[in-house]
């Protein structure tokens, strides 16, 4: 073939066409086009086409007439033609069976099948124009040779004139059948029925490292080691038994440069023109790079799995933990106040206390679980994380306890990052309580940073890893480690390989949440008995470090007669934000949705100062509402309050610079914080 392949794509859908292109020009392949079924005739004429790719359903003529009028040429009676269709019935099927279809689609197309099944059509159409030239040309030769020696013997030596007719076309279809072998780049060979070798190619001397004449009449066992000359005998006996091909994958080294690849190997038991068996016929072919595109395709798919398993757990609990903050906020903060009526010497202000905690354990873990779901809500600022971590040492060292070590290797020079400082110390908890736990007498924990910088190269031969400049954070341990089964499930919620009720299986969750969240990635290195390293890399941040001081705890702040406006659906929580405001010295007006709200600020727009909202209501998001409502008064500040962050006001978790945001469930003294601020806010 000459040139580049040609291929008419009909389609009547301008985007299909141009989606084939981008897959197949860079492959070296030229394109014509044809919109429906009657365009696509006049081109077949007007241009050399070597394989049409078809539509089924175009208006006009649709792609199974198209094919039966190719068909009816002789001309094209061979051309390669594949359909693609997205019908699946079998009736279909049998018609394209029926219209002479070579092969045939789903869509949406498979890249990487598309360019397969081209390349082998056209691979076959080559060989069935080298057949038909071959069998034209001997036709022809047989035609005029058989005329001259006509004229020339025709009435003597008829005999001898045909026998050497067929002698010189035997001799002619043998060489060409020999230059067509050899021509073959798989090793190709064949053997009597007791392993001597009659023939081989050119390649399979190359396996060898000798030459067809040193090979013809010796066995396997003249050039290989005994094992593997076994083996090769042992695949000769199957095919003979089984008494058709026989098919084998093998690890082949070629004697002439020492190389070795993945071959398969399919042997055929071969019989003469009377039915003898005469031996086996031998063609292996090398397979290497299929056999690791394959497995690089089942890897990124289980990849592709677990990512959407997780996004599909993360979704389950971001709303399982939305709904749990509205009940906990009710709870905590109906607690609270009881609590702040009862006297503390009171056996009820104990009971009082113990229902605080528990629902406080219960907020920690509806924050692990926004975490992991990447709904929580975060505040990040640029940080040096060598400092953060300095800070938590003391925390981290009275979890470890007395018989571990805790080591700190931090890195000079270490880029910033961008993130929330509560994350930071969230990750370290949870991975310094792990390595404790994994550690069963007297050990050793890590902390290390670092800088890292991943290329595109390094990144295509490392799952997990995105191009880029990197901090890297550390935690490795030397305790029990972690079997391949473990690793793969680590990172789901509720999954624990400690003993019942020593662990939530929310720890982890956790941390690849906010990792996650903050568009980084992790790695887990580690094997059973050689303890476990955690490397979290976070995109390094092109800025000046902050350091993020916390808010001193104080007394609680109180209002002096302000006006409210509370926007909740929820009504027992509508209800309990009144009680606290009212406590707080505020004057509350409530609604239970924003068609009240609107009411309520009509009535009441140069009393209201303060507008707190529900994020997530029927009929109007808080957003909207805030805006509608500050129209009427504009001078009016706004917190929003929800269980779990939305994209009205966040991305990813992260807030916008103007918002003000109250997390549910929030206690008395942090709504009269958040409301405080709000009203000092110019």
Request: hydrophobic content about 40%; proline content about 4%; glycine content about 8%.
């Amino acid at each position: 073939m000459k040139g580049k392949p040609v291929i008419l794509v009909v389609d009547d859908q301008p985007k299909s066409i141009e989606l084939i292109e981008a897959y197949l020009v860079p492959q070296g392949y030229e394109i014509v086009e044809a919109a429906s079924g009657e365009e696509a005739l006049v081109k077949l004429s007007g241009n050399q086409i070597d394989l049409i790719l078809l539509d089924v359903r175009m208006p006009g003529m649709d792609g199974f007439e198209f094919i039966r009028k190719v068909r009816q040429d002789n001309t094209y009676r061979l051309l390669p033609i594949i359909l693609v269709t997205v019908l699946r019935d079998p009736e279909d099927r049998v018609k394209r069976i029926e219209a002479g279809c070579d092969d045939f689609l789903s869509k949406p197309v498979d890249k990487m099948e598309l360019i397969a099944r081209i390349r082998s059509l056209i691979k076959i159409k080559a060989y069935n124009d080298l057949k038909s030239n071959y069998l034209k040309d001997l036709e022809s030769e047989v035609a005029s040779r058989t005329e001259k020696l006509t004229h020339a013997l025709e009435k003597h030596l008829q005999e001898i004139t045909e026998r050497k007719k067929a002698e010189k076309s035997l001799c002619l279809s043998e060489v060409r059948h020999r230059t067509l072998v050899d021509a073959i780049p798989d090793l190709v060979w064949l053997k009597d029925l007791n392993g001597v070798y009659l023939s081989c190619n050119p390649t399979f001397e190359r396996f060898f490292g000798a030459k067809e004449e040193d090979i013809v009449g010796k066995t396997d066992y003249d050039f290989k080691e005994k094992d593997q000359a076994d083996c090769f005998r042992e695949h000769d006996r199957k095919a003979l038994e089984a008494d058709g091909p026989s098919v084998n994958e093998e690890w082949l080294t070629f004697a002439d440069d020492g190389h070795s690849g993945l071959f398969e190997t399919i042997k055929t038991p071969m019989r003469d023109a009377e039915g003898h068996l005469l031996g086996v016929l031998g063609i292996s072919r090398d397979i290497t790079e299929r056999k690791k595109a394959a497995d690089e395709k089942a890897k990124i798919e289980a990849q592709l799995f677990q990512a959407q398993k997780m996004e599909a757990v993360g979704l389950l609990a971001g709303g399982v933990a939305h709904d749990f903050n509205n009940m906990l906020s009710v709870i905590l903060g109906y607690t609270e106040m009881a609590m702040s009526k009862v006297d503390p010497a009171l056996p009820v202000h104990a009971n009082l206390e113990q229902i605080y905690k528990a629902a406080m354990r219960s907020t920690d873990i509806t924050r692990q679980l926004l975490a992991f779901a990447r709904k929580q809500t975060i505040i990040p600022v640029v940080l040096d994380l060598n400092h953060n971590v300095e800070n938590t040492l003391k925390m981290l060292r009275r979890l470890m306890g007395e018989d571990i070590e805790l080591a700190w290797r931090p890195e000079k020079g270490l880029w910033p990052v961008k993130m929330d400082p509560v994350q930071v110390d969230q990750i370290l908890a949870n991975l310094c309580v792990n390595a404790r736990d994994a550690i069963a007498d007297v050990g050793s924990v890590t902390i290390e940073t670092g800088n890292a910088v991943f290329d595109e190269t390094y990144c295509a031969q490392h799952a997990g890893f995105a191009a880029g400049e990197y901090v890297l954070l550390a935690v490795s341990d030397d305790g029990c480690g972690m079997n391949q089964e473990i690793l793969d499930h680590i990172f789901e919620p509720f999954f624990t390989s400690k003993g019942v009720g020593q662990g939530t299986g929310l720890g982890l969750s956790t941390v690849f949440g906010i990792v996650d969240q903050n568009n980084g990635f992790i790695n887990v290195y580690s094997e059973p008995g050689q303890g476990t390293t955690f490397r979290i890399y976070l995109p390094r941040y092109a800025g000046q470090v902050v350091d993020a001081e916390r808010e001193s705890a104080g007394e609680i702040p109180v209002g002096s007669g302000e006006t409210v406006l509370v926007v909740e659906d929820q009504s027992d929580l509508l209800t309990m934000a009144e009680i606290m405001l009212e406590r707080l010295g505020y004057r509350v007006l409530t609604a239970g949705t924003t068609g009240e709200a609107l009411g309520l600020t009509e009535e009441h727009a140069s009393e209201i100062q303060l507008l707190i909202t529900d994020v997530v209501m029927p009929g109007m998001n808080g957003k909207d509402l805030a805006e509608r409502l500050q129209s009427l008064q504009p001078s009016m500040k706004v917190p929003f309050m929800s269980g779990y962050t939305a994209n009205v006001i966040v991305k990813r978790g992260v807030l916008d610079e103007d918002v003000n945001f109250i997390q549910k469930p929030f206690s008395m003294n942090v709504l009269a914080v958040k409301v405080r601020d709000a009203l000092r806010e110019k």
